[in-house]
């Protein structure tokens, strides 16, 4: 079981990686088996169909409080969306198993991005 401080440590490591653009590195943080759920759309099972549809958005995160209790993290940040341009509030609960992240749920209001 991953200490609280790394728990939290590899979430925001694994934004901060997206946030280059770095997916590779993004990669080494995720389970294979990622399960990921979303407002916006369908949920996405497996980390590399989460990152080939996490690319063409091009999303930037601005992490304003992250706290983790064991193996869940909860990341609260603005999510800079390319197409279309909006920034949305937003609340990620990652879980990790053996130190990667097996599962994401982001909530945030989808109707910013229903309008454009």
């Known amino acids: 079981m991953a200490?609280?401080?790394?728990?939290?440590?590899?979430?925001?490591?694994?934004?901060?990686?997206?946030?280059?653009?770095?997916?590779?590195?993004?990669?080494g943080f995720l389970d294979d088996r990622?399960?990921?759920?979303?407002?916006?759309?369908?949920?996405?099972?497996?980390?590399d169909?989460?990152?080939?549809?996490?690319?063409p958005l091009g999303l930037s995160y601005a992490i304003r409080?992250?706290?983790?209790?064991?193996?869940?993290?909860?990341?609260?940040?603005?999510?800079?969306?390319?197409r279309p341009p909006v920034t949305l509030f937003a609340c990620g609960y990652y879980q990790l198993k053996a130190g990667k992240v097996a599962s994401i749920k982001v909530i945030f209001d989808p109707r910013p991005l229903l309008k454009n």
Not at 39 to 44: K, M, N, T
Not at 49 to 54: E, F, K, S
Request: proline fraction near 3%; include cysteine.
């Open 34 to 47: 990622l399960s990921f759920t979303a407002p916006d759309g369908a949920p996405v099972q497996g980390a």
């Open 49 to 55: 169909a989460y990152l080939a549809g996490w690319k």
């Open 3 to 27: 200490s609280e401080q790394s728990a939290k440590e590899t979430v925001v490591s694994f934004l901060e990686a997206l946030n280059r653009m770095d997916l590779q590195m993004a990669r």
């Open 65 to 82: 409080k992250a706290f983790a209790d064991g193996e869940d993290v909860c990341v609260l940040y603005d999510i800079h969306f390319s």
